[in-house]
């Protein structure tokens, strides 16, 4: 292979490889290597299955592209790697000829990411609408609400008489009930209050608070102090994340496991959120050992009055989600049984409007 040719290979984002007829690697560019993590000089002359926990079910593919000579595509595949990560991965077999035996070129286009974007911009625009059309209907229903309490103030000062007085005490009680729901719905009308503001002082906040709430939680730390002051409204951060952790405490609490919570600080750069692309984000991991999210739940866990505790009120996570939003932010999570973490990622840098 010529010198220019290496160089172009070498610096290829697609992951490539050439295997030979036995399907050993015989040639890794470092995307390829970074992808897999295979070194260049352990790999070479070693099966491609041995990298892979799931390399049988490649081996059947790629096997039947060099007994019939034809190219093969195959769209979101899964691999799992040795240390049991699993991605997804656009990939295409070409068969060449190099001698007695054929060999195969394999280009593989890591896709996570971009499914991630995809699936995140699509639940933000269905959030969105969805927030539209409940403002739409919590405006519908505080108008008529407004006029039943006047209505009953009225009623009681005609009255006069204070054995009444419970049954139009009651109607007044009932309706201011409902207008602080539906303003819980609407959630907070003004724009952030941004200022520089440091993530560990937030978090050291809510762990004083949350402790005080559930003495026997035990709140494990591993912060990154490196990380710089981001730019944000350090009252409202205070109170999405707050419910984060008050939702992953009552969690624990209520299913009676030995209470664990994991708050994790990171940075990560080039990260894109919806169709920006931000330099550098921080990253906010809540982890707790609960018995996880119910499957039946995962679609719809941001929606409002969506709950899987039988007290709930289904708010938290959407206001949460809000005051994220309202940052130019995200939350994603991941739950299994024994370890759910939601991870809220924030650009440092608020864009501008």
């Keep these: 292979m010529s010198e220019l040719a290496g160089q172009i290979l070498d610096n290829l984002n697609a992951a490539i490889l050439c295997l030979d007829h036995k399907l050993r690697i015989r040639l890794i560019n470092p995307s390829a290597q970074d992808l897999l ?83 995140d911009e699509a639940v933000r625009i269905h959030q969105e609408t969805t927030q539209q059309m409940i403002r739409g209907l919590a405006h519908e229903i505080k108008n008529p609400l407004g006029g039943i309490r006047g209505a009953a103030q009225l009623l009681a000062d005609e009255l006069g008489g204070k054995d009444l007085d419970d049954y139009t005490n009651i109607i007044i009680e009932e309706t201011d009930r409902l207008r602080n729901l539906v303003d819980r719905l609407l959630g907070s ?37 490196s990380i710089p002051n981001l730019t944000a409204d350090k009252e409202q ?30 940075t990560e750069r080039q990260f894109t959120i919806g169709t920006v692309r931000h330099r550098l984000v921080v990253r906010i991991d809540v982890i707790d050992n609960g018995p996880g999210i119910p499957e039946h739940l995962r679609e719809q866990l941001f929606y409002p009055m969506i709950s899987g505790r039988p007290n709930g009120t289904g708010l938290g996570l959407s206001v949460a989600h809000s005051i994220i939003s309202q940052h130019h932010g995200l939350i994603e999570f991941e739950s299994q049984p024994g370890c759910t973490v939601f991870s809220l990622i924030i650009p440092l840098e608020q864009p501008d409007e």
């Design 237 to 266: 951060l205070h109170q999405g994340i707050l419910n984060i952790v008050r939702n992953a405490m009552q969690a624990l609490t209520d299913n009676l496991v030995e209470p664990e919570i994991t708050l994790v600080t990171r």
């Design 37 to 119: 993590a295979i070194s260049d000089t352990r790999g070479i002359d070693c099966p491609l299955s041995e990298y892979l926990l799931n390399g049988q079910e490649i081996e059947s593919v790629l096997f039947d592209a060099l007994q019939t000579g034809q190219p093969y595509t195959q769209r979101k595949a899964q691999l799992t790697l040795l240390n049991g990560n699993r991605i997804t991965v656009d990939y295409t077999v070409s068969p060449m000829s190099e001698g007695e035996w054929p060999m195969l070129t394999m280009e593989i286009q890591p896709i996570d990411r971009l499914l991630r974007i995809d699936r």
């Design 189 to 225: 009308n003004t724009l952030p209050n941004l200022q520089e503001t440091n993530i560990h002082e937030i978090l050291e906040r809510i762990c004083a608070l949350v402790e005080a709430e559930s003495p026997g939680l035990t709140i494990t730390r591993d912060y990154d102090p």
